[in-house]
Nanobody, 121 residues
Framework: QVQLVESGGGLVQAGGSLRLSCAAS????????MGWHRQTPGKQRELVAA???????NYADSVPGRFTISRDNAKNTVYLQMNNLKPEDTAVYYC???????????????WGKGTLVTVSS
């Protein structure tokens, strides 16, 4: 059974930084895309950043130059470095990974349970 566990959320003042981590565990054959999404009450979950297995990345229009996504394939871990945080970045951040796993080697999207990021003004 594959599980994703996020860490690194918390309370920070505007202009501050946080680093989120998400590690996948279990029987994993390969991980394609790793990404971070966020959600606030009453709004749809939105993509923040994603990184593919070839290292290519894409970011939401609201975070260019402030957030950086990276991955450590040996650790099955994805990171999100968030700098110059703004109050509007306050949300629950969810990790998502597209994983191929035994026994059937289907391609499945897995989600973490989320970690709360609160940015005070």
């Amino acid at each position: 059974q594959v599980q994703l566990v996020e860490s690194g959320g918390g309370l920070v003042q505007a202009g501050g930084s946080l680093r989120l981590s998400c590690a996948a565990s279990g029987s994993i054959f390969s991980i394609n895309t790793m990404g971070w999404h966020r959600q606030t009450p009453g709004k749809q979950r939105e993509l923040v950043a994603a990184i593919n297995s070839d290292g290519s990345t894409n970011y939401a229009d609201s975070v260019p130059g402030r957030f950086t996504i990276s991955r450590d394939n040996a650790k099955n871990t994805v990171y999100l470095q968030m700098n110059n945080l703004k109050p509007e970045d306050t949300a629950v951040y969810y990790c998502k990974m597209v994983i191929t796993a035994p026994p059937y080697y289907n391609v499945v999207s897995y989600w973490g349970k989320g970690t709360l990021v609160t940015v005070s003004s």
